[in-house]
């Protein structure tokens, strides 16, 4: 760091320095000891521990097998080249259309929509179509997300856009979305009753609606420095919570016709929405590159006003908050800039507040199901979802 050393006598661990920077800014300078042992390491530069990955709870396994063949079943009736591009997003296909056993996402969405079904007493095989939707529509949106934000690779593969440009991505998610909408229709062969068709049709639309909305924002809000915690949470409610509320609202919808039990679901999932996005902002800045394929710090690359961007913008003061305005006001942010921000957050106690307010949110998401009545088993496995969502390392 422009040769400038913090090493010898008279540096105390843990302490901190201001210099001036190549570019006017100020540069702080943390003396971080590298230690390790037992089942964590802290990384040497910003004292960031990395935890042993969290398994996935036994309820993404009971359902997988049915959620994979009816998505498979959704997007394999066709042989044209748009097709051959979903199947690759999906992790089922090299860019040739040869199948190969590559990383699938967990199909966290459409497991809350089954698990809600089956919790309240209703054949989660009612639900597939449902949650088959509500997969597909969150991959579209995945699709068009990767091309705004310029991502080249999701779980270690490049992208659709990457691969095949920007025109060609947009228009497959654009065919996902419409695959989707068309998934709904089996709801009626699942003799869904026509009404109950007609209340999910309009709760997915909203969310689907939310989703992007929240993009938006998320795109608008990126490089500002005035984001306040209640626009971030506002954001991410749109975003990201939306197509994890509205998977445990439609389960619910399918599986009951108790409207207080329907609420106190559809509560769950909002909270558990918070959970989720905080913890992924989390990972966008202290995950781990094997595990998440994305490199330490990758949101403040970015410039996104992530949980942990607006909590540091909000608490630092002095120089502290004149080094994030300075980095968030250059074209380009490099390593150096990164360690910075890293260090700040280290100082202000980010990841703690964040941790915290996300376990705020998860122990609300349980408790909003306390009153409902429900088997031990079930019980047990929404509380290991909710644990896992504020743990997981991917």
């Known amino acids: 760091m422009m040769g400038l050393s913090v090493t010898g006598a008279g540096v105390e661990h843990g302490a901190t320095y201001f210099e001036p920077g190549d570019h006017g800014g100020p540069v702080l300078i943390k003396v971080q000891r590298y230690f390790g042992g037992g089942t964590q ?11 042993p990955p969290v398994p996935l709870p036994s309820v993404f396994h009971r359902y997988h097998e049915v959620i ?72 579209f949106s995945l699709i068009h997300d ?4 310029r991502d080249e690779t999701r779980r270690h593969r490049p992208t659709l856009w990457a691969v095949w440009g920007d025109a060609k991505a947009l228009v497959a998610g654009n065919v996902l979305r419409v695959i989707a909408d068309s998934s709904l229709e089996q709801l009626l062969v699942a003799e869904v009753p026509f009404t109950d068709i007609v209340t999910i049709n309009g709760v997915i639309t909203e969310a ?12 608008a809000y990126e490089g500002r420095s005035d984001i306040g915690m209640k626009s ?40 558990l929405g918070y959970v989720f996005q905080i913890r992924d902002d989390v990972l966008g800045i202290w995950g781990d590159h094997e595990t998440t394929g994305k490199p330490v710090g990758a949101d403040i690359r970015r410039k996104k ?24 006001r250059q074209e380009v942010v490099n390593d150096t800039d990164v360690d910075v921000v890293l260090n700040i957050m280290d100082g202000l106690g980010t990841r703690d507040h964040a941790h915290t307010l996300a376990a705020k949110h998860c122990d609300y998401g349980v408790e909003s199901l306390e009153s409902i009545e429900m088997s031990p088993v079930a019980r047990n496995d929404i509380e290991e979802l909710a644990k896992f969502l504020l743990e997981r390392q991917h």
């Open 41 to 51: 390491v802290t990384n040497p530069v910003v004292g960031v521990a990395v935890a």
């Open 68 to 139: 994979n063949a009816s998505l498979r079943d959704r997007l394999s009736g066709d042989n044209s080249f748009v097709h051959s591009m979903l199947r690759y997003n999906m992790g089922w296909s090299d860019t040739d259309g040869t199948p190969v056993s590559a990383t699938e996402g967990k199909a966290f969405r459409p497991t809350l929509c089954l698990l809600a079904c089956e919790v309240v007493g209703g054949n989660y095989q009612h639900a597939l179509p449902a949650a088959v939707a509500l997969e597909l529509i969150h991959n």
């Open 146 to 149: 990767e091309i705004q934000d």
């Open 208 to 219: 689907c609606l939310e989703m992007i909305e929240g993009q938006y924002l998320d795109m």
């Open 232 to 271: 971030y949470l506002d954001m991410i409610a749109r975003k990201t919570g939306a197509l994890i509320r509205s998977p445990m609202h439609v389960g619910a919808i399918i599986g009951t016709n108790d409207k207080s039990v329907i609420a106190a679901f559809r509560e769950c999932g909002r909270a």
């Open 305 to 328: 006003n992530s949980m942990p961007i607006v909590h540091a913008m909000s608490q630092a003061d002095g120089v502290e908050k004149q080094a994030l305005e300075h980095i968030y």
